[in-house]
């Protein structure tokens, strides 16, 4: 074991300090707070949110928000950490929004990428990516990849309700937004795929998740969002340990109980989101007959930068 250093240290010169402060230096070896820590030290925190009380606050909304005025109506799911005032998770963001019978949402194109989840919809709801009219049906999984002009139409007569996800928050992060809005305000519709390779059917989904349990959604369409769903019959559980990658999770089908460090137990029924930060281990068990999820995560970001293996270490 090293002998403490008990020689007195020479006096720092007058004024020293003060003068690297006025060159915006700071001297790395008196800092004010540690910068490197052995572990992950995520600064979001688990939370809930619920599709009951996001889709009454919703339909309050209607009375007064439109989308001819508003570019979209939805509802941000904000970590709720002090200051926070729009992330969901670190790289992430998710919103629930309602487009109602008859209304169009604006179409633009932005860096981020984006998805839907689609949670009810009825006939005639789409969303047109690049010129292209995409069928939306519940359980459907729609992305629309950086750059890709996007906008949404209800041509039905039953309200639409689904959640976005974006990597809004990494992209400011990378300071590398571009945002347009479309020449056209709505983007006319020159094809129409209902089986786009955008689309992934809320029913194809489920039939892969009975045979398979996890299926991963489009893997390397959209290059900073992981996309799985998981099946769980009742009583299955999964264990994770502490990951490098933070989760969102939305649950389609039935009710599931998840135990999250830090946050405890909680059950989540149809439409339920719960954001699982890094480095939070949590367990998910099926509690009805059949049960669903979605995981968002930003895991294709930290396995290109290589830390997913040093997490491993
Ligand atoms: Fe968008």
């Known amino acids: 074991m090293a002998e403490a250093n008990t020689q007195a240290l020479p006096p720092v010169p007058e004024g020293y300090f003060e003068a ?23 600064k979001y925190v688990p939370a809930v949110w619920r599709y009951a009380a996001a889709r009454a606050a919703l339909d309050q909304a209607c009375d007064f928000v439109s989308p001819e005025f508003a570019e979209r109506r939805n509802l941000i799911m904000v970590n709720p950490i002090e200051g926070n005032i729009y992330p ?34 009825g006939d005639q709801t789409y969303t047109i990516v690049n010129g292209v009219k995409v069928d939306v049906a519940e359980g459907d999984v729609v992305l629309t990849p950086s750059w890709h002009w996007h906008g949404h139409s209800n ?16 992209v400011q992060n990378l300071e590398c937004m571009f945002f347009q809005d479309h020449p056209d305000r709505n ?3 020159t094809a129409h795929e209902p089986d786009s390779k955008l689309r992934n059917k809320g029913s194809n989904l489920t039939t892969r998740m009975r045979e398979s349990g996890t299926v991963e959604i489009s893997p390397g369409w959209v290059n900073t969002i992981g996309l799985h769903a998981i099946g769980l019959r009742q009583g299955q ?11 969102i999770f939305a649950v389609t089908a039935g009710t599931v ?20 930060p890094c480095w939070h281990a949590y367990s998910i068990e099926g509690l009805s007959e059949w049960s669903q999820l979605v995981r968002v995560t930003d895991e294709p970001v930290m396995k290109a930068l290589g830390f997913v293996d040093v997490s491993r270490v």
């Open 88 to 121: 969901t998770s670190m790289n992430l963001v998710a919103a629930y929004q309602l487009v109602l019978p008859g209304e169009t949402a604006r179409s633009h194109r932005h860096s981020p990428n984006a998805l839907r989840l689609v949670l009810d919809a």
């Open 20 to 42: 690297l402060a006025e060159k915006a230096l700071s001297p790395g070896w008196a800092k004010k707070k540690p910068q490197m820590w052995p572990t992950p030290r995520p």
């Open 237 to 247: 559980s999964q264990q994770h340990l502490a990951r490098i990658d933070s989760s």
């Open 187 to 189: 983007e006319a519709s």
């Open 155 to 170: 041509f039905g007569s039953t309200p639409a309700f689904w959640i976005d996800f974006l990597d809004v928050p990494l």
């Open 257 to 276: 109980r998840m135990q999250v460090d830090k946050l405890g137990l909680v059950e989540l029924s149809r439409g339920d989101v719960i954001v699982v």
